[in-house]
């Protein structure tokens, strides 16, 4: 078994070079704007997930949560629930390997957003992978996001390795993560076009 397989971003407790992309995240959190389907774009190993996963832990773990240095306690009750899967607040759908989505797995999640949280908190679904999905499979997912919901947000990881269908694409906010390792003058050019995309949110995406 190759470290690629075995290597778990969930266990990542450092987030680095990924400050500007985080504080965007959190602007949107903090005005009441964020969208209820986030599409985050960027090369595979690019750090996407763990982004993911570090923003959604400060949320649901704000009191253990490192915010200045941007690290997981890995003594906290969220981060070692999400280990063993028994974080129900946050779905994660890795769509790879041996868990490649299936159109019944879709149909399942439908099943399972229309109960509600245990803590009646906000849920969230990270779906990686999201372009590898079957045309069957991206519809139904169309479908679920589609619907009306208080408490479900979607982050859809796209590791542009295929299209996205355009229905879906199109009901997305969209973060474009560029290579974090760029020269300084590369990253201060980037970050103004990173940020006006995060400021276009759609009135029908806010949070209500």
Do not use: W
Request: include cysteine; hydrophobic fraction near 35%; charge should be neutral.
């Amino acid at each position: 078994m190759s470290k690629a397989d075995t290597f778990n971003p969930l266990e990542t407790t450092e987030l680095l070079c990924m400050n500007g992309y985080f504080e965007d995240l959190l602007k949107l959190h903090n005005s009441e704007k964020f969208p209820k389907v986030m599409l985050i774009s960027g090369e595979k190993g690019s750090g996407k997930f763990t982004l993911v996963n570090h923003f959604l832990n400060y949320i649901f773990s704000k009191d253990t949560y490192n915010l200045k240095e941007k690290v997981i306690d890995e003594e906290s009750k969220v981060y070692k629930d999400q280990l063993n899967g028994v974080f129900h607040n946050i779905l994660h759908i890795r769509n790879e390997g041996a868990e490649k989505t299936k159109i019944d797995d879709i149909r399942n999640l439908k099943t399972a957003l229309s109960q509600s949280s245990i803590n009646g908190n906000f849920r969230f679904v990270v779906l990686d992978n999201v372009e590898q999905l079957s045309i069957n499979s991206s519809n139904a997912l169309l479908k679920i996001i589609e619907e009306p919901s208080e408490k479900n947000y979607f982050i859809l990881i796209d590791n542009q390795e295929k299209n996205i269908i355009q229905t879906i694409a199109s009901k997305c906010l969209k973060i474009k993560i560029f290579d974090p390792f760029l020269p300084s003058p590369g990253r201060a050019q980037l970050s103004s076009a990173r940020l006006s995309s995060a400021q276009l949110v759609p009135a029908s995406a806010q949070l209500s």
